[in-house]
């Protein structure tokens, strides 16, 4: 099985399956002397567990963190770093029911077909479990970030049809008020209803995650095929679940015409900025230094319990129905999922760019 790192010069490389014994990251390439705190990561780890509230899996894990290496009091050593989390609540028998049969829409049927194993017992390297290793490798980017003072705030804007209304003015410390992570209250109570309405019906619903990165440097990103945004492209269309990325005005641009669109160069002082931001920060693949924006958009997860209809591993018409625990709805999961994929791209394009000039 290919592909299980990520980045060129700031890397990670994670493993594990869902119900073995844990999981982990190697991150390659961090600098020395940067402080990471167990704690910072822990606390990230704790905004994605699963059994954080009554609208997400009620898996009980801990997902308590350990640095095996990489770090001396408090501070990174140039060495690769390892973060090992383990499995506490694994019940491989839960998914006994579904072991000989393709949920539809999950991995089941491409992994079995591809590797000759369905590793269903939550889906092996498919499990949304692997994601704990990104969000701890992002802590230790994210510090990185600190360091250059970008500041990265990711919240859940749309839950099925229920979406922030347009012109809401975003205030992203409310972010972590409500369980959902959507940052207008009024709007957080429709969508946890209608989560825990999906939920008593035994029913799934998608959403979308915004992401609005500030103090981002001018001349982030490459400008052929590492492009800024076809990196955190690649980054979040990786995360578990998700179908769709747009950047800046994203769809909506298709529709506009180039005058409307164009985002009119003004300056501040020294500073040089835009009216509008339609670009989402990014022009030809490098950052402008406005805030860059982006929005990643999760399918309905496709472990429902109610019945549906499938085929079994010989190709007999089989029902599925699955009694695991799942979520109704993985956004308010992968908040902190979709902050640590865009500050690992982040961290190694800042690393990259110190070798672009001399
Ligand atoms: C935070 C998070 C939690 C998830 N929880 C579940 C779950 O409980 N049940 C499920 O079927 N899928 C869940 N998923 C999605 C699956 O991992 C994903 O659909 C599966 O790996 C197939 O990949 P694909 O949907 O990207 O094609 C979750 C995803 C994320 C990001």
Redo the contacts with the bound molecule.
């Keep these: 099985m290919a592909g299980n790192s990520f980045g060129q010069i700031f890397r990670i490389t994670t493993y594990g399956e869902s119900h073995g014994i844990g999981i982990g990251v190697i991150i390659d390439g961090c600098p020395a002397g940067l402080e990471i705190l167990e704690h910072d990561i822990q606390m990230e780890l704790n905004r ?1 567990k ?1 059994g954080q509230s009554d609208i ?2 009620p898996r009980k894990e801990m997902d308590k963190c350990q640095i095996l290496s990489g770090v001396h009091n408090g501070f990174s050593m140039g060495s690769p770093i390892h973060i090992f989390v383990p499995n506490d609540d694994a019940r491989p028998e839960e998914y006994s029911d579904i072991a000989n049969v393709f ?1 539809p ?3 089941d049927f ?1 992994y079995f077909s591809k590797y000759g194993v369905q590793g269903v017992s939550g ?1 092996g390297r ?3 479990r692997e ?1 704990i290793a990104r969000v701890a490798g992002g802590a230790v980017a994210k510090a990185l970030l600190k360091r250059h003072n970008i500041k990265m705030a990711a919240y859940v804007s749309q839950v099925g049809k229920i979406k922030i209304p347009p012109d809401t003015k975003i205030d992203t410390s409310l972010i972590e008020n409500n369980s959902v992570r959507c940052p207008d209250q009024k709007t957080a109570e429709e969508m946890i209803q209608y989560i825990n309405h999906l939920k008593e019906n035994g029913d ?1 619903t998608g959403g979308v995650i915004s992401c609005v990165i500030e103090n981002c440097p001018i001349g982030l990103g490459e400008p052929v095929f590492d492009k800024l945004h076809a990196d955190l492209g690649k980054a979040m269309l990786s ?5 769709a990325f747009e950047l800046g005005s994203g769809f909506a641009g298709v529709e506009m015409k180039g005058s409307e669109h164009n985002d009119v160069f003004i300056t501040e002082g020294q500073e040089v900025l835009t009216k509008t931001n339609y670009s989402g920060g990014i022009q030809g693949g490098i950052t402008n230094g406005m805030p860059i924006l982006f929005r990643v958009g ?2 309905p ?4 319990s109610k019945p549906q209809d499938t085929i079994d591993h010989d190709g007999k018409n089989a029902i599925v129905q ?1 009694k ?4 109704p709805c ?1 956004v308010p ?2 908040v902190p ?1 979709v902050e640590a994929m865009a500050a690992l791209v982040l961290a190694d394009h800042l690393l990259r760019a110190k070798i672009s000039k001399l």
């Design positions: 994605r699963p997400v899996s949920r829409s999950h991995a491409t889906g498919s499990s949304a994601t799934s995360i578990n679940a998700v179908k999760f399918k997860v496709s472990t429902i699955a695991g625990r799942h979520d993985v999961r992968a999922i």
